[in-house]
């Protein structure tokens, strides 16, 4: 099952419907009340990102289901202009301390990177404090010329972590507690030039 696409805005146009769609799909395959709310949490957290990134923004929701099994879409493409997107860049910083954000907040910055250009994007991270890249770049690869420039993956993420725990305590720890990362099974973020798009997979 595919749900139709539905347009979201930062201002929480088409955010209501998105949910709905969520709920009902998971009745249309069955989910116990239990998976409903999780599934429905794991969209919230999906349109809590568009309300976060920074500067106006317009994506793209969708669902698919194959059994008991969850994929939840968002497609997102910045609707500004160089000359606004400039602008932005050049606005003082938040006072943000990238060492402190969740995992929500270094996914919005890899999202931002992607939709304002990689470079203007990294830019920009660096002035709100968002700092993803500044992390290792953990969970993330770079695909050269293939459709997807770059892609991060929570369960690589994980693995990265995983790997040198002992010397990165506090991302580990902000893992351990994020909502989305103990509720769905993998999140990844692909780069494709202009664009960002967000998946978040569960299964039943």
Known sequence: MITEKITITKSGSGMDEALSTTENAADKMSLTSREKLRLRLLAEEMMSMVRSVTGDLTATFWLEAEGKTFTLHLEAKSELSYSKRRELLSASTTGKNAANLGIMDKIRGIIEAGIYGLEEGFELQAKYGTG?????????????????????????????????????????????????????????????????????????
């Open 132 to 204: 993803m890249f500044s992390y290792g770049a953990m969970g993330l690869e770079d695909f050269g010329m293939s459709e997807a420039v770059y892609a991060w993956s929570m369960q690589k993420y994980r693995n990265d972590l995983e790997a040198g725990r002992n010397d990165n305590p506090d991302e580990w720890d902000e893992l351990e507690k994020s909502i989305i990362a103990n509720i769905a099974d993998d999140v990844s973020v692909g780069i494709l030039r202009d664009k960002a798009v967000l998946t978040v997979t569960k299964k039943f």
